[in-house]
């Protein structure tokens, strides 16, 4: 895989961030000036809710790009699986119209194993345009962690470009806000001695990765 500049990489995955925060801050932004002119209490009501559902989104992103690419977790080798766990669900509750499975048989992930079940899980949610099913599994099997990630629904929009950077096959010069954190999930694989692997069909996103453990 071909190095990638630092200072590139942390520009677009600042940009993801900024654009993953623009809706649910706006949303907020938004309901605070409804809130401030509205007089009508089920309307006040309503936009509490609102209010309330956009600050959970927020704080749920902002988890989720602490525990993908941040330290997130601890100072340990290994952190519970109920974190990702926990951000993965509120994603999925606020994307709508999403069916959420698991299948975990370990309590705990390495922070790799972590990062890279979050990865997935984001990658197959936002293929779900229209809404669908997605499982996630997480298992120990020997001296490695194997995680699953299966996207079905009536249409799947998976970048090819993001199938390129999850393989290591995209020129770092080439990275966007979209790819990098793909991009990311490759190097993080590499250096673990793990791989990625992908396929896409009519209907459905594979998504799994192999993970040996540290020794």
Known sequence: MSETDPLLLASQLCSRLCHDMLSPVGALSNGLELLADEKDPQMRQRCFELLEQSARTSAAKLKFFRLAYGAGGGFGEQISIDEPKAVIETLAADAKRIELNWQLTAPTLSKTGAKVMLNLAHIGL????????????????????????????????????????????????????????AHVLAVMAERSGGVIQTHADTGTLLLGATLPHAE
């Open 126 to 181: 936002d293929a779900l345009v229209r809404g669908g099913t997605l499982d996630i599994g997480a298992e120990d099997r020997d001296d490695v962690t194997e995680i699953v990630v299966r996207a079905t629904g009536t249409k799947i929009a998976f970048d090819a470009q993001v199938g390129e950077a999850l393989g290591g096959k995209l020129d770092p010069e080439d990275l966007t806000g979209r790819t990098a954190p």
